[in-house]
């Protein structure tokens, strides 16, 4: 490859690119209309490095690499869907295509997790009200999504179906343009958690780098004292930019409003905005279904590979290496405590 196209492809917003020097415009029909308002369009600009009249050679540029270094990944291709890992990845190619590979390599090695992924599998954790998304963003325009592992009972079923909801929540979630420039805040309620219930989310946090979204902050209330020990354990497998987006608060709900104003949490937080409601979110998922039903209930292509190699993306680990890793987690937690 020359070093006219490297540059192209590692920086796709260089000035100084002239019109003579753009790769052509798409062969296919884009089919992408932007929904993002005007201020959504700037701050993508300023965050993400997202120009609007570049958008969708930056896809296109995506879309041949994907043809061209990974043929036999069976993925969609169309412009929207593309455009969540190049936000996702502020529009750096290489690390948009890494986390393309991540995303299906995550499915296809965790079937257990994304077989049948469909809402009306999923009824018992969504009537549980394990999770939800409260109805109002917080004033950078994130939506919040609750978490409350006190409400999963492990004998009525493993953790991974909580996990399924969780990812499906997301999917959903992520189909919003506004969420993909703005990003989501994860609010969870540690309220009674026992130490073998917190372990089981391990490997959760092991496949983590495998969806296009933007965690902006997770904030824990209620935690227990052991949780900053288990917090100290499963950090050095974080991102930094993750960890550092952890708060911890305890029972301390003002510290909470701080980043989080009483206007958008229900009262069981402090907050103004009513009785806590899952059944709402739930709805919203429940009408999805034959979205779902489409993208994670049909055949796996036999020959989903990557240049003919089975698909376990970089930074990804096997189910047996986690089960070990866990083992461990679980070992020094038991010592320490």
Known sequence: MSEESDSLRTSPSVASLSENELPPPPSEPPGYVCSLTEDLVTKAREELQEKPEWRLRDVQALRDMVRKEYPYLSTSLDDAFLLRFLRARKFDYDRALQLLVNYHGCRRSWPEVFSNLRPS????????????????????????LCIRPDRWIPSNYPITENIRAVYLTLE????????????????????????????HFGPFIAKKDGFPIRIKAVHVVNEPRIFKGIFAIIKPFLKEKIANRFFLHGSNLNSLHTNLPRNILPKEYGGTAGELDTASWNAVLLASEEDFVKEFCQPMPACDSLLGQPLLPEGLIS???????MRAV???LYSCY
């Open 172 to 199: 959903k979630l992520i189909q919003s343009e506004e969420t993909q420039v703005n990003g989501i805040v994860i609010l969870a309620d540690y309220k009674g958690v026992s130490l073998s219930k917190a372990s």
């Open 319 to 325: 189910d047996a290496q986690c089960d070990d890793s």
């Open 121 to 144: 599998a999923l009824k018992d954790v969504l009537n549980s009200g394990f999770l939800t998304v409260l109805p109002h963003t917080d004033p950078r325009g994130c939506h919040v």
């Open 330 to 332: 679980k070992s020094q």
